[in-house]
């Protein structure tokens, strides 16, 4: 399964982004996708995630202003950020698993596949 996230750039505080993780040569059919993001100096984490039947997870710091969705017309499976902040500043990663369950969904060693990220710069 190859990945490919797009949509990162250079936006100011209160921007919104729509971030995209598309495929290509299948579907997401029968994977979970999970977006994660690594900020300067810190370890990749988990933002949120779509598991195999399309329910939708959150960290829970990342509750309110992210919201992920599938785009079955782009084989694609979008977050969407609003009211960034400069903290929202990373490299976003998306990624995908066939045996992700729900104890492992936030879990970066779950997922087989991952895209090479999408930077994200928020200024103040």
């Known amino acids: 399964v190859q990945l490919q996230a797009s949509g990162g750039g250079m936006v100011q505080a209160g921007d919104s982004l729509r971030l995209s993780c598309a495929t290509s040569g299948r579907t997401f059919s029968g994977y979970a996708v999970g977006w994660f993001r690594q900020a300067p100096g810190m370890d990749r984490r988990f933002v949120a995630a779509l598991n195999r039947s399309g329910g939708k997870i959150y960290s829970d710091s990342e509750k309110g202003r992210f919201t992920i969705s599938r785009d079955y017309a782009r084989n694609a499976v979008n977050l969407q950020i609003n009211s960034l902040r400069p903290e929202d500043t990373a490299v976003y990663y998306c990624?995908?698993?066939?045996?992700?369950?729900?104890?492992?969904?936030?879990?970066?060693?779950?997922?087989?596949?991952w895209g090479l990220g999408t930077l994200v710069t928020v200024s103040s």
């Open positions: 990624a995908a698993g066939a045996s992700v369950i729900a104890s492992t969904v936030a879990s970066q060693s779950a997922y087989a596949y």
